[in-house]
Nanobody, 115 residues
Framework: QVQLVESGGGLVQPGGSLRLSCAAP????????MGWYRQAPGKQRELVAT???????NYVDSVKGRFTISRDNAKNTVYLQMNNLKPEDTAVYYC?????????WGQGTQVTVSS
């Protein structure tokens, strides 16, 4: 079973920053497309950002200019740097690994933006 281990969530004030991390199995990571998704209460899960094995990135419009996705193949880890956080960013954030069209999900980490 593929295990993705997320960390870095928490409570932050509006305008603050957090960095999420997701560690993946070494045997899969370098060839996989990695992504971050989020799900707010009462809403559907939505894509936040993705990064391919070739480091091409994609972002949902609402986070462009504030969030940055990156990957470190030596550490088998993908990151989501979140700056200028807003209350509407509050959600459970999930890491996703896709390889050969097979998706694998992390357990999720809570991000709460509130004063």
């Amino acid at each position: 079973q593929v295990q993705l281990v997320e960390s870095g969530g928490g409570l932050v004030q509006p305008g603050g920053s957090l960095r999420l991390s997701c560690a993946a199995p070494e045997s899969l990571f370098s060839r996989a497309t990695m992504g971050w998704y989020r799900q707010a209460p009462g809403k559907q899960r939505e894509l936040v950002a993705t990064i391919t094995s070739g480091r091409a990135t994609n972002y949902v419009d609402s986070v462009k200019g504030r969030f940055t996705i990156s990957r470190d193949n030596a550490k088998n880890t993908v990151y989501l740097q979140m700056n200028n956080l807003k209350p509407e960013d509050t959600a459970v954030y999930y890491c996703k690994l896709v390889l050969n069209q097979w998706p694998y999900w992390g357990q999720g980490t809570q991000v709460t933006v509130s004063s």
